[in-house]
């Protein structure tokens, strides 16, 4: 397996004009993610977590810096060899689900093999195994706005990850389920984590969820202010060499 890291970004900024002044999001980030690792990034709302993930997530770019996705800069891809890599490598899941309501569970991970433009029959069984991946065999045929939260997130997850991604993306995926139903979720993503090898960063800003999270980023003021494998380097260096 390639040692290359999945994401390393160095000095990375991103700022938001507003007006006549600019909101510093990010201040300089440097962060590298193992393939494979399970990170929680969590702060104060405003403190730059959407930004981040938008910028690992290939759906915005920085001002200053770099960021290596796979080794390669993304500065130097086209736009149409980022939606590529976007399509085929990252999976996104978001707080307020965004499913299809008038389509079936199934239908609504079946959408990201139809953008690949995979055969029918293909599309079909590997939506199917993603539901059932989740727990959600029975439901192939509900809608989604017939199911609960966690239900609809669980879909979300399956929809994320039935491209085989080397990424997992979630923005505050539990931020609309009671505590309960969020540390299911949290579990669910873990154990895809641990089943699959994907690597799964996501944002929340309930300590309670982070746990069971092996790296916890801690960004404030649009700057990382703690890093739990900086604070156990041996940790990190063993993930490293995994
Ligand atoms: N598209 C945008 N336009 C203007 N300001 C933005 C935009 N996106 C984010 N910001 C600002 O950047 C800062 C960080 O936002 P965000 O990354 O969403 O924080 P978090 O997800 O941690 O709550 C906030 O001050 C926010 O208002
Ligand atoms: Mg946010």
Known sequence: MSTTPLLALTGVERSFALGETRIHALRGID???QRGEFMAIWGPSGSGKSTLLNLLGLIDTADKGRLMFDGQD???????????????????????????????ALDNVALPLQVQNRPAAEVRQRAAEGL?????????????DRMSGGQRQRVAIARALVINPSL?????????????????????????????????????HDPRLLARVPRQLKLQDGLISADSYEDLPQVATTKAAA
Do not use: W, Y
């Open 132 to 144: 059932e991946r989740v727990g959600l065999g029975q439901f192939m045929h509900h809608r989604p």
């Open 168 to 204: 997992l993306i979630a923005d505050e995926p539990t931020a609309n389920l009671d505590s309960q139903t969020s540390r299911e979720v949290i579990d669910l993503i873990e154990k895809l984590n641990q089943e699959t090898g994907v690597t799964c960063i996501f944002t929340t």
């Open 31 to 33: 962060l590298t993610v």
């Open 74 to 104: 993304v500065a130097s891809l086209s736009d149409n060899a980022l939606s590529d890599t976007r399509n085929h490598r990252i999976g996104f899941v978001f707080q307020s689900f965004n499913l299809i309501p008038v389509l079936t």
